[in-house]
């Protein structure tokens, strides 16, 4: 297990995981184990996990799904484009 870095608790009720990541590139890249890692904490509570990635190259946030990943040679990649594009915020 990886435990995110918080579990946020929304007015409404809702609750989820985020873990929060820094780029410096226009891409963001994970090992496969440590998005399964996080996602098996989020399981094991019950919870969705997010991840917030904070984009320096354009000074933005986005706030995305682990399932906006994609799967390239034995780790998952997303590009700042397609994070942009399918952001929750």
Same mark, same amino acid.
């Given at each position: +297990? ?10 409404? *009720?809702?609750? +989820? #995981? ?19 890692? #996080?996602?098996?904490?989020? /399981? #094991?509570?019950? #919870? ?10 354009? *000074?933005?946030?986005?706030?995305? /799904? ?7 040679? *034995? ?5 700042? /484009? ?8």
């Amino acid at each position: +297990f990886s435990i995110p870095d918080y579990r946020v608790f929304l007015r409404s *009720g809702e609750v +989820f #995981l985020v873990e929060v990541k820094n780029e410096t590139k226009k891409k963001i890249t994970f090992k496969k184990d440590y998005l399964k890692r #996080l996602q098996a904490y989020s /399981d #094991l509570n019950q #919870l969705p996990l997010k991840i917030a990635i904070y984009w320096q190259t354009a *000074g933005v946030w986005t706030f995305n /799904d682990p399932s906006n990943f994609e799967e390239r040679n *034995g780790k998952w990649f997303m590009p700042i /484009d397609i994070a942009m594009a399918k952001s929750e915020i």
